[in-house]
Every structure is written in structure tokens, then in C-alpha cells.
């Protein structure tokens, strides 16, 4: 099993920067892809940004340029994402993904609000 818990959302003005942070606990090693999802009122979850164990990494196009995603895995597996630039339309519950052999993880998802 592995515990999933985000953190680092919250309200930003336009063209601001926020960092969210995934800390993963338990069974880590299992985990090959990891990412970042989101989702606004009314709409689907879409894949934000995407890195594998291998530090691949792909995005969204709406966010290529503004968002870096990253991760480290000393004790416990940790995934960030840096949001720079930050507009209106970012604004979402993002939530972490991570991807092991034998199934999916979900975060709770945290808040985030761009907004002046």
C-alpha cells in the first residue's frame, strides 16, 4: 500500500508562483511513473505533468514553459511541482498520481486559486 498526501496549494495572483509537493509513503518502490493532475469546476481531470523513475518528464501543452515537475526519493518519494507564471485558467484541484505495478495512487488533492 502507499499513502499519497499533497500539499502546497493555495490563492495566488496572476502570474505568480506556487510549489506543490506529493510526499509518498510505504510501499515506494513499486512506483515507475509518477504525475500531476487537475481539475477545474465542470471539467475533466487532465494530466498536467508527467516524470518517470527514469526522470523523463512530458506536460501539457498549456503549461509547457511555466511548470517543472520533480522528484527525489531519499526516505520517502517526493514529487513536486514548481508553477510559475500562473494564470487564471490554472486554477484547479491538483491532485498526485502515481502509477506502481499492481495499481494506481491518488492523492486528496489540494486547492489551487489564481486569482487578483
Known amino acids: 500500500q502507499v499513502h499519497v498526501v499533497e500539499s502546497g496549494g493555495g490563492l495566488v495572483q496572476p502570474g505568480g508562483s506556487l510549489r506543490l509537493s506529493c510526499a509518498a509513503s510505504?510501499?515506494?518502490?513499486?512506483?515507475?511513473?509518477m504525475g500531476w493532475y487537475r481539475q477545474a469546476p465542470g471539467k475533466q481531470r487532465e494530466l498536467v505533468a508527467g516524470?518517470?523513475?527514469?526522470?523523463?518528464?512530458?506536460y501539457a501543452d498549456s503549461v509547457k514553459g511555466r511548470f517543472i515537475i520533480s522528484r527525489e526519493n531519499v526516505k520517502n518519494l517526493m514529487v513536486y511541482l514548481q508553477m510559475n507564471s500562473l494564470k487564471p485558467e490554472d486554477t484547479a484541484v491538483y491532485y498526485c498520481?502515481?502509477?506502481?505495478?499492481?495499481?494506481?495512487?491518488w492523492g486528496q488533492g489540494t486547492q489551487v486559486t489564481v486569482s487578483s
Open positions: 498520481n502515481l502509477v506502481g505495478a499492481v495499481r494506481n495512487y
Open positions: 510505504g510501499n515506494i518502490f513499486s512506483i515507475y511513473n
Open positions: 516524470i518517470t523513475s527514469g526522470d523523463v518528464t512530458n
